[in-house]
């Protein structure tokens, strides 16, 4: 264990609390961005990319194919000046139910007064009418539901959000009591009913259009499956990719966002590459006492499958304020703590003052936590579940980070081709970064060539603790030698280069030689 890598077990003296937190390389916990209005001008995310986000998140919520085609020639224009790979994540919009606002008009409720829900959305929306999206919203409640009513993404403020509560249903009409006083501003208004099943497909039509065009033409990374409830949820998905061809490759991370979700999570999590915490939605389907419990049992489950778990709002106060409360800070720290892989920030930096702060405050707050993340713990207790016998790859993984942890060694350095070992490696999370060099490989579809590895590089930025890199492909990852060291001396410029690596440092290496796969301990010279 490195010198300051503490356990929170053991006394934390006042003076390492008092120290001021040490610059240099990044979190390891990753960073999704959600890039909009206030976030989409190319010297914004230039910024952003330098702050820490790795993932750019692009919600079709808000905004076509035009606008957010715009936002991603910008956030390319970034990469190339700052020479940071970034991964696409394409958001759908799934069976969301919205209040139709044409006019955009400010709409105040009182509280005790009547709202009535309607679907006609040729009615103008207003204190006493709110038109929405979905005819079957009567037919799925009854005396007593309750309905949430909010800005884009819930904020949980009860000035901004409306709590509703079904008075009567009147043929297609819902009429609702309003329990609180709130001001409804701007363009989008989301609505959920709490714990009630909603009849509509998880990808929309409107969804599969985006995909098809949109998505293929950026062979986006991920896709994020809103509103997912089942396991066929993501089998569907991914069958519709298939067909699709160019994003055959891309990862399904199913979006949990109601009690439906949580219900048949295990075996969502089986078909998925991934799981998005949507606490905003989950939050309010759920009792407030029981949100810390899905968080940490999910996040735990998600460890165990080494699959990336994905945590949502974390500081909403950002949105408007330049610094998180005490309780956000404790809240980022408790999902790093927790074992999430990744924090994703939507309308704080979606349509926030300080999508730049933000991402620079949440990596501070990640980086922090990792110090005291009980590393061998987690360890023991993943090995622990894994059982015996371990599969040949679990096993090499497993060796290779406590190889590394014995040596103290300052990076692991895994050669790859599908990014497989290097996720592995990752699930066991060593208190260093893991480099993964993904080698590409030539590929056909006896039409034309290409080499892959692009991809893999890129869906290795959403994973904690690793950080890719696309080697040469004249360069193979499989190697008669015992070390590769054109590939290899590549990679360890690069951790120098990132300050992650300095002399007489000891680096692991796990690669295949031959038919075996090889974890090695190298000394560096001066």
């Not at 699959?307 to 408007?320: E, L, Q």
């Not at 980022?332 to 405050?361: K, W």
């Not at 350095?413 to 993964?436: D, E, H, N």
């Amino acid at each position: 264990m490195h010198s300051n890598h503490l356990l929170l077990e053991e006394p934390i003296r006042m003076a390492t609390i008092l120290e001021p937190s040490k610059a240099g390389f990044s979190a390891m916990t990753k960073i999704v961005g959600t890039l909009g209005p206030r976030s989409r001008s190319v010297e914004v995310i230039t910024s952003c990319l330098k702050a820490g986000m790795s993932v750019a998140r692009f919600d079709f919520s808000l905004g076509d194919a035009e606008y957010h085609q715009e936002t991603l020639e910008n956030l390319k224009t970034a990469i190339r000046s700052t020479k940071k790979l970034c991964a696409v994540m394409l958001d759908t919009v799934g069976p969301e139910l919205q209040v139709v606002n044409k006019k955009e008009t400010t709409i105040t409720l009182k509280v005790d007064e009547k709202v009535i829900l309607t679907p006609d959305e040729g009615q103008e929306a207003s204190p006493a009418v709110l038109p929405i999206n979905f005819a079957g919203l009567a037919k799925a409640v009854k005396k007593g539901d309750t309905i949430f009513i909010g800005q884009y993404l819930f904020t949980g403020s009860e000035t901004t959000s409306v709590w509703l509560e079904v008075d009567e249903v009147k043929d297609n009409d819902v009429v609702c009591v309003i329990k609180n006083s709130a001001t409804l501003a701007g363009s989008l208004f989301t609505l959920h009913a709490s714990q009630i099943p909603i009849d509509l497909p998880t990808l929309s039509d409107k969804d599969k259009e985006v995909i098809s065009s949109w998505g293929v033409k950026n062979k986006i990374d991920f896709l994020s499956l809103s509103y997912t409830r089942h396991a066929e949820d993501v089998r569907e998905a991914r069958n519709y990719l298939k067909k699709l061809g160019d994003i055959s490759q891309t990862q399904i991370f199913a979006k949990i966002e109601n009690v439906e979700g949580l219900t048949h999570f295990d075996e969502i999590l089986q078909e998925a590459d991934g799981i998005i915490l949507s606490r905003g939605n989950l939050g309010i389907d759920l009792p407030p006492e029981k949100v810390f419990l899905f968080q940490k049992s999910a996040v735990y489950k998600c460890n165990m499958a080494g699959k990336p778990a994905v945590v949502t709002r974390v500081v909403d106060s950002m949105t408007d304020n330049l610094r998180p409360t005490r309780a956000e800070a404790t809240d980022v720290a408790n999902a790093v703590l927790d074992g999430c892989d990744a924090i994703l920030l939507g309308a704080e930096t979606l349509r926030g003052l300080y999508p730049v702060e933000t991402i620079s405050t949440v990596g501070r707050i990640c980086a922090e936590s990792e110090k005291v993340f009980n590393q061998d713990q987690y360890f023991k207790r993943t090995v622990k579940f894994v059982g015996e016998p371990m599969s040949h790859l679990e096993s090499i993984a497993s060796s290779a980070v406590r190889a590394a942890l014995k040596v103290k060694a300052s990076v692991i350095i895994c050669f790859t081709s599908s990014g497989r070992a290097a996720r592995l490696i990752a699930k066991y999370r060593p208190t260093m970064p893991v480099l993964s060099v993904v080698i590409p490989r030539l590929k056909t579809n006896q039409l034309k060539w290409s080499f892959s590895g692009a991809f893999e590089a890129r869906q290795s930025l959403i994973v904690r603790g690793l950080f890719p890199l696309l080697a040469d492909p004249r360069h193979p990852a499989e190697s008669t030698n015992a070390t590769n060291e054109s590939v290899l001396k590549v990679a360890l410029d690069h951790g120098k280069a990132s300050g992650v690596i300095k002399s007489h440092d000891r680096v692991v290496v796990c690669q295949k030689v031959g038919d075996a796969s090889v974890v090695k301990i190298i000394e560096l010279e001066d």
